[in-house]
């Protein structure tokens, strides 16, 4: 298009209307000025301002539009086509200044500032790392855009502006979503050393105040974003209805704007995240927020109970979904509940007069929970989140089931640990060798020990003890042991029976969600914990029993070898 041509004209022989956002809607005798002819059937076309693709055997040619023709409603432009170049070529040129400006901007934050950061002390190393984010790929995401931006408008009025937009499209959404996730950190990380990160910036040259030209040019990559689509429709509306960049420029708006709108939603996504887990929950009273893992997804939702709306926030982490509300003054979190991810089923639903973007929670321990979501686009995301999250909570939770049996073996193996600690109380530590009665008689000052174990009677020194100081001697040994016994049952104790947790949480997760429930379902609940219970009893009475038979066993070994040791020393003892 190197000269004015007239542009081509064609009459709809039949209606069409498209399916897709890339084809063109018109009726039968409307007429389309085309844009691009392809080989394979389609054709691309502008009508009423929008250009699109459509079926080539729908239209015929306009050889020599006349009065006669049917009209097509949409508008004469009102400047001629050498004035829609002229004002083309400028929105070009002010578009190839404004990214040239852009990337100036990004290259002197990281010159003379990010990377001189990097030599002090004010951050640590994962500090800066987050304060840094992936601003290094934007910048050369966005060197790579201006290159190609500076040889499309050499080619002038043939330049396709909007197809090369639309084809670095996916690698500036991946790398500035990746920026926007990151970005709520590096707030924090400002907000934190501020007066520190203030004098850093003022002492490298940077405006008074230092901080907010590092605030600024942190935040310059999505706020660049967020212009592209406003540029582009401003090349659009200078482009000639028979341009053949004009469909993917009109596209490249949409995409633009979509993108822009997605990394904001990432954005605010981990803004909130972050607020959760910084600010504190009021009425939480389990284990610290950090410890259930990375929030992976976190929004407003709406919980269905019969005709009551209540609205609430889903914290989704990697094996719990914990459900929140907001104070009165929406100042803070409301804990309500959480619910394991394990042992539920996640149910869309059908679009109804009353309730629309909805999806069902259920499962066994749980009365059935109906959310209803902003739009489709938000429902469809908590259920992908919702079912991967619940695969991989439930191969976790298979390896954590296999544990008991090695806590139960290591159980069985307590006397073991006894006679072990009895042999490190008696014996000299350099000297490992078989645990013996012999190991229970008090050790001289001077204690020499063979291999074999026996004592050498000829060689040892021993100095004369009263029965007092004996009797306080054996007490120490006996309480030694037992204190050790004692242990190890604690141990067993607090670590073996994994269901009483497992099923207390499942009662905490039944209780605290915050759903009303009938009284024929309470009772059958209380029945379930009831039985639950009982079993429990029944097992823990059944651990108790053999705790006692154990005992027992231990009283009666020590006290047979406090006689045999103390018939040892009246033997020997003159």
Known sequence: MSKIDLPKLVTALFTFKGTNNDELCFRKGDVITITQTDDGGWWEGTLNDKTGWFPSNYVKECRSPDSSTKSSPEKTSQESPIHQRLNRDIVLKDFLESERANVAELQGLVN??????????????????????????????????????????????????????????????????????????????????RDELNDFMERSGAVTPGILVLTTGLSKPFRRLEKYAAMLQELERHTEKNHFDRGDTQRSVSVYRDIAEKCTYARKQRELALQILTSGIKNWEGEDLSTLGEILHVGPVVLAIGADRRDRYFVLFPMTLLVLSTSHRMSSFVYEGKLPLTGIDIIPMDDTDDIKNAFEINGPMIESIIVICSNREERQNWIDYLKQD????????????????????????????????????????????????????????????????????????????????????????????????????????????????????????????????????????????????????????????????????LTGTVDMLVKRRFNGIDGLVP
């Open 390 to 553: 619940q695969s991989s909570s439930s191969s976790s939770s298979s390896g954590i089931r296999r544990s008991p049996t090695t806590i139960s073996h290591t159980s069985n193996q307590s006397n073991g640990k006894i006679h072990q600690l009895a042999q490190e109380c008696s014996l000299s530590p350099k000297n490992k060798i078989p645990w013996s009665v012999a190991s229970l008689r008090p050790a001289a000052p001077i204690y020499n020990l063979k291999i074999d174990g026996k004592t050498d009677v000829t060689d040892s020194s021993r100095t004369t003890r009263n029965p007092n100081e004996r009797q306080f001697e054996d007490d120490a040994i006996i309480l030694k042991v037992i204190e050790g016994y004692c242990m190890t049952v604690n141990a067993r104790f607090t670590v073996n029976p994994e269901f009483t947790d497992d099923t207390t949480c499942k009662g905490k997760n039944m209780d605290s969600c915050d759903i009303n429930r009938g009284l024929p379902e309470n009772v059958e609940a209380l029945k379930t914990q009831v039985m639950d219970l009982q079993s429990q009893m029944i097992q823990l009475t059944r651990q108790l029993e053999e705790e006692k038979q154990s005992r027992l066993q």
């Open 112 to 193: 003379n500032f990010l990377q001189p950061l990097e030599l002090t002390n004010v951050l640590k190393k994962e500090e800066y790392k987050q304060l840094m984010n992936n601003i290094l790929d934007v910048l050369d995401t966005h060197q790579r855009l201006l290159n190609n931006l500076e040889t499309t408008v050499i080619q002038g009025p043939d330049a396709r502006v909007g197809h090369l937009f639309l084809s670095l499209a996916p690698r500036l959404k991946a790398i500035h979503i990746n920026y926007c996730n990151g970005h709520p950190q590096t707030v924090a990380i400002m907000d934190k050393y």
